[in-house]
């Protein structure tokens, strides 16, 4: 089979490598669609996130759907033919956090496209069954495969506690923003502001139900915020850029007992917070890692309509150039790129 290799920053490489044997309780799956992760094109530029680092050569593509093909002998839920979203984390089982359910906080998680484990930017991918969600007709295989970025957002919007009737502000617009946007309404909420500082982000935005867009680049976010709330505040803030401003605004524009998820990454672990915003206002902050327990949902709100998450694609290019779409993923003005693996 044909895996796209990263062998150094800016490298790909194609191997041809045997398919992989499913073990006993694997699926081996034909990839169909793999989308482009944010982290996918650090490694490509970068070579490594923070202390993962790409010592070998590594398949990147984490967010990937595809065809069962073959299954091991104790698999006995999902069988050939399936059509599957793969998640792409798979914990032990055994240390305390997954013993407590917070499976993804497991320190021995097997992660997709994290170095040393290969991802889905190759052919044919071998992957516990229990981690393969069989797809409904209505739910295409592109969709299949963005339930890992709708995962992260509905864990946000768990993790912030939205709840029915609420006002969230989301900062970002990417992918994680998006998505956490769809999260956040089918989670309940009445207004979503959603903030970029790329217009053509904020109009997409809008097109896709944000009730407010704010470009903090050229207007005070805080004074915003405050003019739509009627000088509440919003309930929850979703940080989903990673900016370090952003990630200081978030104190500020959540009204008194409100919540705040973190999910955005910024290029430095330390952003100072104003304590006495969160202490004086008994703010709830919440880190939000990854996610647990959302494929089920993410596949049920896609078969019902209740989300979408093609709207959020802008473009598809074959595995064969593979290259061509990381390098396209540098506009900012674009969304998500995806890749197109077999027919
Ligand atoms: N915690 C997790 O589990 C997890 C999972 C996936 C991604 N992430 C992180 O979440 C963040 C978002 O991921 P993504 O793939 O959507 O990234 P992205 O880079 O595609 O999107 C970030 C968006 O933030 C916008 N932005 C920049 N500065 C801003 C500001 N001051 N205010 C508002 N918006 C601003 C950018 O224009 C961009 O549209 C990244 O930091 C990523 O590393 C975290
Ligand atoms: C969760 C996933 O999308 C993220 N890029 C990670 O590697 O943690």
């Not at 490594?48 to 698999?75: C, Q, W």
């Not at 959540?254 to 703010?283: C, F, K």
Request: aromatic share 6%; charged share 25%; proline share 6%.
């Amino acid at each position: 089979m044909q895996s796209a290799v990263l062998t150094e920053p800016e490298t790909f490489e194609f191997e041809e490598r045997s398919r992989p044997d499913p073990g006993p309780t694997d699926v081996l799956v034909a990839v169909g669609r793999v989308g482009i992760c944010g982290s996918d094109v650090h490694y490509y530029r970068h070579g490594r996130i923070g202390d993962f680092v790409v010592e070998n050569p590594l398949v990147l593509g984490h967010e990937s759907a595809g065809e069962i093909v073959a299954v091991g002998a104790d698999v006995e839920d999902v069988a050939v033919g399936d059509r599957v979203a793969l998640e792409p984390g798979v914990p032990c089982f055994e240390c305390d956090a997954c013993r407590r359910g917070e499976y993804n906080l497991c320190p021995d998680v097997r992660f997709m496209a994290t170095p040393p484990v290969d991802g889905a930017f190759t052919e044919y991918v071998a992957w516990p069954a229990e981690f393969a969600y069989p797809l409904p007709e209505n739910v295409s295989t592109q969709a299949g495969a963005l339930c890992e970025p709708l995962s992260v957002g509905l864990h946000a919007a768990r993790r912030g506690n939205v709840g029915v009737g609420d006002t969230v502000l989301i900062t970002g617009g990417g992918p994680i923003g998006m998505l956490a946007m769809e999260a956040a309404r089918v989670a309940g909420a009445s207004q979503i502001i959603l903030s970029d500082v790329v217009p053509e982000k904020l109009d997409r935005a809008r097109e896709r139900g944000a009730d407010a867009t704010v470009d903090p680049s050229q207007e005070d976010l805080a004074e915003r915020v405050a003019d739509l709330t009627r000088d509440d505040g919003v309930d929850v803030a979703i940080e989903a850029s990673g900016a370090a401003a952003a990630i200081r605004s978030t104190t500020e524009v959540v009204r008194q007992g409100g919540s705040v998820a973190l999910v955005g990454l910024a290029g430095e672990g330390e952003i100072p917070l104003d304590t006495h915003d969160i202490i004086n206002g008994e703010l709830d902050v919440h880190g939000s890692f990854r996610f647990r327990n959302t494929y089920p949902a993410a596949i049920d709100l896609l078969a019902s309509g209740d989300v979408d998450v093609e709207g959020i694609i802008d473009f598809e290019m074959p595995l064969s150039e593979v290259t061509a779409a990381f390098e396209r993923t540098d506009d900012p003005s674009l969304v998500k790129g995806m890749i197109t693996v077999g027919d």
